[in-house]
């Protein structure tokens, strides 16, 4: 088992800058990739981003890349994305999610077997 816990979020205006973090407990954290998804009001959730065990491989769904950044911390069991430049559309609950394994499949919500509760982020125009 792993226990996954966010914070984070809050509410911040258009433009500027939000670091989630995510902690895990449980099972060895470097045993397991990491990923952010996401759920607007009246959405499905979406990924978001996903890094691999080692933190060598990073994946970002397309409207994100380039203002968000995951990164990870082995040593003390976290995971960072860090988001710039928010948006309006960025508002959504925000939810970290580890899998032992990424493979191909880094987008779908099906690979993670871990979620954590989600932490709101709210973005004001």
């Known amino acids: 088992q792993v226990q996954l816990v966010e914070s984070g979020g809050g509410l911040v205006q258009a433009g500027g800058s939000l670091r989630l973090s995510c902690a895990a407990s449980?099972?060895?954290?470097?045993?397991?990739?990491m990923g952010w998804f996401r759920q607007a009001p009246g959405k499905e959730r979406e990924f978001g981003a996903a890094i691999s065990r080692s933190g060598g491989s990073t994946y970002y769904l397309d409207s994100v890349k380039g203002r968000f950044t995951i990164s990870r911390d082995n040593a003390k069991n976290t995971v960072y994305p860090q988001m710039n430049s928010l948006k309006p559309e960025d508002t959504a609950v925000y939810y970290c999610?580890?899998?032992?394994?990424?493979?191909?499949?880094?987008?779908?919500?099906?690979?993670?077997?871990?979620w954590g509760q989600g932490t709101q982020v709210t973005v004001s125009s």
């Open positions: 999610a580890a899998a032992p394994f990424l493979g191909s499949n880094w987008y779908s919500q099906g690979t993670y077997d871990y």
């Open positions: 449980g099972r060895t954290f470097s045993s397991y990739a």
